[in-house]
């Protein structure tokens, strides 16, 4: 059992950055692959990044070069630095784990608007 926690969203204007953290609590973090999604108003949930528990790392083409995904196991925490941020950024952005079974948090808000 893993439970997740997101948090770092907010309100920013266009081109600016926000970090997400999503700190997990449980055994064994490391061996969780972990993601980011985001589900916008009206629109389905979409994946955003991944990274695998040796560190390899994925983007979602609408996020590529301006979204890094990091992982600290040390303090078991994901995080999602997002840069240059755009209007159609704006959604919940969820954080999950998966091992077999997946997990998921409660959300954190991101929007962008001027």
């Known amino acids: 059992q893993v439970q997740l926690v997101e948090s770092g969203g907010g309100l920013v204007q266009p081109g600016g950055s926000l970090r997400l953290s999503c700190a997990a609590s449980g055994r064994s973090f490391s061996i969780y692959a972990m993601g980011w999604y985001r589900q916008a108003p009206g629109k389905q949930r979409e994946w955003v990044a991944s990274i695998t528990s040796g560190g390899s790392t994925n983007y979602a083409d609408s996020v590529k070069g301006r979204f890094t995904i990091s992982r600290d196991n040390a303090k078991n925490t994901v995080y999602l630095q997002m840069n240059n941020l755009k209007p159609e950024d704006t959604a919940v952005y969820y954080c999950?784990?998966?091992?077999?079974?997946?997990?998921w948090g409660q959300g954190t808000q991101v929007t962008v608007s001027s």
């Open positions: 999950s784990a998966a091992s077999g079974v997946q997990y």
